[in-house]
């Protein structure tokens, strides 16, 4: 099977930085996007920065020019670096790894779209 771990958050001051991990492990054949979600108390889920496997981003008006998603193919990983870090950016953020496709019993299966758990990032005014 397949699992998402993200690692790299916590609690930083306004202004700060932090870099978010997920790494996807399991017999992994291919991955098309990745990205990174967050939902925040009380709020809906949304869109932070996405990345495909041919290295095309995509990022939320909120975040241009703070934020910078990236990703390693080969170690089925991606990272985003968060910087000048914001009260409002104040959230669980979820990975997203979209149609992926892995060896199973023999054969390969998918596409199925996989999350991670969640990872708390808070800042601090």
């Known amino acids: 099977q397949v699992q998402l771990v993200e690692s790299g958050g916590g609690l930083v001051q306004a202004g700060g930085s932090l870099r978010l991990t997920c790494a996807a492990s399991g017999s992994i054949f291919s991955i098309n996007a990745m990205g990174w979600y967050r939902q925040a108390p009380g709020k809906q889920r949304e869109l932070v920065a996405t990345?495909?496997?041919?290295?095309?981003?995509n990022y939320a008006d909120s975040v241009k020019g703070r934020f910078t998603i990236s990703r390693n193919n080969a170690k089925n990983t991606v990272y985003l670096q968060m910087n000048s870090l914001k009260p409002e950016d104040t959230a669980v953020y979820y990975c997203?790894?979209?149609?992926?496709?892995?060896?199973?019993?023999?054969?390969?299966?998918?596409?199925?779209?996989?999350w991670g758990q969640g990872t708390q990032v808070t800042v601090s005014s």
């Open positions: 990345i495909t496997s041919g290295g095309s981003t």
């Open positions: 997203n790894a979209d149609k992926i496709r892995y060896y199973s019993g023999g054969g390969l299966v998918g596409p199925y779209d996989y």
